[in-house]
């Protein structure tokens, strides 16, 4: 029994608590050999809300997700909903100063996190946090904790604690106060300030753009979702979880990506839909060009995230049977704008990121915000139910993001054929995507420039094989002080994530200014480009031997 299209009045619970009395014993999510009903999920995630509510989070406090993609995140996702509180997730690569920001600005009152997890230690960086987070209350902490810590919460006891109370007469009132239109998700995307900016997604901004994208992918309660993206996401938490949720088809998470376990995921779970960027189809596709794996139950997915060079695509198509649909998005979009469906035709598949999702309006805009003629480059706007509320504790962003008429400035550039097809022209932001993830360049220059030999940094994106584009720095180093590029990339290694790491760094390089006094930066990315070309600027790897653990003892500039 799919939801009726057009439905747009769901909360992301209502979907949960749907397939739970339709399809109890249907597979919900499948975790390594741990697998779940979706009557399985809607009971924990029924314990987990009511052990928050007994902790005292109440609506539209704010609840840090942090953590690989375990299942305990998407019962999180789904309890938290269910009380009407706000998930607020955080990138597992994120270093102490990153989770810091996030949950020191949305004022979060607790976070979910787990033990240490593929190297990552959560709970030794939240304690490095801790003292300056006034509002975090509560750490709620998945696996095992030291006997001794008794300050931290297990996931387990909060379960306990909601066992009983989650089928009192209170618990389902309370679980009852939200609404469609309530803030469900922040999820922090960086912008030309150069701090993290919070977008504040509602229920129904969720659902319909899940609803809208089930409707290009066609998806049934037959359909099994690999999913390798982080739930961090947007890509992970609304095309993977919500949009699987929408028909009850299955979930399979990987913890963090593995093209070679991907691959075998797919071949073992019989996967039928596949979600990624690029680079993780490259990596897949690389696998396959010395080891077999079956990939013949594969029927599509979306690619997103960055362009898809036209040869990937076919290469996917092709040699793993995956009819991909290319789309294009944001978050602050909920997260889809335009996609391809299914049966468009070939080559417009392969060459364009498809048409607005149904229900969608999208123009391509002057800078008068004036509609361009068809064929002509501008602005790529967007207006529907989908479109965010607007950016948490910053009205002015908000305002200049979404224009009184209700269209979202994406500040991306594109152009629209006679047919409707959208085509991703560039970037009218300096946003640069570094194997998947975004990266901005005034967040990054802001960093270093606290380093004491940087006078002045401009960051710039250049294409690189493996990644798509990796950063690359021009750097005027203080007058009396010396720096190389090593001890420069060294300085940061382990206090930010390592995608904002510039790869290349040209030190005493001029930088190219304006009249106005501004860094002219496709002079500069030309610059860098020819230099690296030329063989006069190297790669550089942060040296093991340096790193720093969370930025302890580092010297900035006073």
Known sequence: MPVAYKDYNLTISDLLERDAMVFPTKEAVVVGDRRYSYFDLNEEANRLAAGLLKMGVRRDDKVAIWMHNLYEWVVAWFAVAKIGAVVVPMDTWYKPSEAEYIMGHSESVCVITSEETEGVDFISMIDAVSPRLPNLEHVIVVGRIPPARKDLTPYQSLLQWGRDWKDSLSFQEAIRVKGVDDVAFILYTSGTTGKPKGAML???????????????????????????????????????????????????????????????????????????????????????????????????????????????????????????????????????????????????????????????????????????????????????????????????????????????????????????????????????????????????????????????????????????????????????????????????????????????????????????????KFILRDQLHELIEGKELDKLVPTEAKKKKGGKGKAKKK
């Open 202 to 520: 509602t229920h129904r901004n969720i659902t319909s753009n899940a609803i809208e994208v089930d409707l290009v992918l066609r998806i049934t309660r037959d359909d099994r979702v690999l999913i390798p993206v982080p739930f961090s996401h947007a890509f992970g938490s609304i095309l993977g979880i919500t949009l699987a949720a929408v028909n009850a088809a299955t979930m399979v998470p990987t913890i963090g990506f593995d093209p070679e376990e991907s691959l075998r995921m797919i071949e073992k779970e019989g996967i039928t839909i596949c979600h990624g960027v690029p680079t993780m189809f490259i990596r897949m596709l690389n696998v396959l060009e010395h080891k077999d794996y079956d990939t013949s139950t594969l029927r599509t997915g979306i690619v997103a995230g960055a362009p898809c060079p036209r040869e990937v695509m076919e290469d996917v198509m092709d040699i793993m049977g995956c009819n991909l649909s290319n789309a294009y998005g944001e978050t602050e979009a909920g997260p889809i704008i335009t996609a391809n469906r299914l049966d468009d035709p070939l080559e417009k598949r392969l060459t364009t990121v498809g048409r607005p999702l149904p229900g969608l309006e999208a123009h391509i805009v002057d800078d008068d915000n004036k509609p361009v003629k068809q064929g002509d480059v501008g602005e790529i706007v967007a207006r529907g139910v989908n479109i965010m509320k607007g950016y948490f504790k910053d009205t002015d962003s908000t305002d200049t993001t979404i224009d009184k008429k209700g269209w979202l400035h994406t500040g991306d550039l594109g152009m629209m054929d006679e047919e409707g097809f959208y085509y991703i022209v560039g970037r009218k932001k300096d946003m640069l995507i570094v194997g998947g993830f975004n990266v901005y360049p005034p967040e990054v220059e802001a960093y270093f420039i606290e380093h004491p030999g940087v006078l002045d940094i401009s960051i710039v994106g250049i294409p690189d094989k493996d990644l798509g584009e990796v950063p690359a720095a021009a750097v005027h180093v203080t007058p009396g002080e010396s720096l190389t590029g090593q001890e420069l990339i060294d300085w940061a290694y382990g206090d930010i994530a390592s995608a904002k790491i510039p790869r290349y760094v040209a030190i005493g390089h001029e930088l190219p200014y304006s009249g106005r006094g501004k860094v002219q």
